[in-house]
């Protein structure tokens, strides 16, 4: 059985996903992060980084929220969530991770914690600015790639879309959020409706009333 080190809403939320849609059985684990848990001596012996989340794998411990995800992916070929080996989408499948993670994800958690980005505390609010315009930047382009799809790689969802969900979630509160984008709006609501974000989002205690 799967286990899973996660906190709601935190970067465990797309392996979460991932879980509920392959239907297999896992085990939550909750880090107390409000009280630094993922920073103890016992958490460190799983996952070095210090960060959520953390995957065991019949005894193997893994971190870093993408490659949990690719690894679950590819452990269940038959979920169809990464195209196989030799089909094309496969490149984009992994350019639309990489994406997400290193440059809308990274960017993200600049906008988050502009603190730990600059040792002049008069330009915070500086930082949280630029990072807006940044970030707003990438949703238009995600935005324009879905003008005609209902998934970002080929005919069916994939461990991208799952992952940007998450993404969305955390951006929603930007002035102008994911869900201010029609084509990003329409693609997300339908994601929505899937079993897998309705029960994960159940758990996490996320209110998914603006995607309906």
Same mark, same amino acid.
């Given at each position: =059985? ?20 392959? *239907?297999?059985? #896992? ?11 993922? &920073?103890?001596? &016992? ?6 980084? *210090?960060? /959520?989340?953390?995957? /065991? ?38 350019? @639309?991770? =990489? ?20 040792? +002049? ?29 209902? #998934?970002? /790689? *080929?005919?069916? /969802?994939?461990?991208? +879309?799952?992952?940007?969900? =998450?993404?969305?979630? @955390? ?18 609501? *339908?994601?929505?409706?899937? +079993? ?6 159940? &758990? ?5 009333? +603006?995607?309906?």
């Amino acid at each position: =059985m799967y286990k899973l080190y996660y906190y709601p809403l935190n970067a465990s939320m797309a392996p979460h996903f991932i879980l509920e849609d392959l *239907g297999v059985d #896992f085990e939550l684990i909750t880090v107390d992060k409000k009280n630094n848990e993922q &920073k103890s001596s &016992k958490y460190l012996a799983l996952n070095p980084a *210090g960060r /959520i989340p953390t995957l /065991i794998d019949d005894g193997l411990a893994i971190f870093e929220s993408p490659a949990i995800c690719v690894h679950l992916a590819e452990s269940h070929p038959t979920s169809n969530l990464i195209p196989k080996i030799g089909n094309k989408n496969r490149a984009l499948f992994f350019q @639309w991770m =990489m994406y997400l993670t290193n440059t809308v994800q990274a960017e993200l958690m600049v906008y988050f914690y502009p603190q730990k980005h600059t040792t +002049d505390v008069k330009s915070v609010s500086s930082i949280v600015t630029a990072q807006e315009i940044r970030i707003t930047a990438m949703f238009e382009l995600l935005n324009s790639e879905l003008e005609d799809r209902d #998934f970002l /790689i *080929g005919q069916s /969802i994939s461990a991208c +879309d799952y992952f940007l969900f =998450m993404l969305a979630v @955390w951006a929603d509160e930007l002035t102008k959020p994911p869900l201010s984008f029609n084509h990003l709006a329409r693609y997300l609501r *339908g994601l929505a409706k899937r +079993d897998a974000i309705i029960n994960v989002c159940r &758990k996490e205690k996320l209110s998914l009333a +603006d995607y309906q």
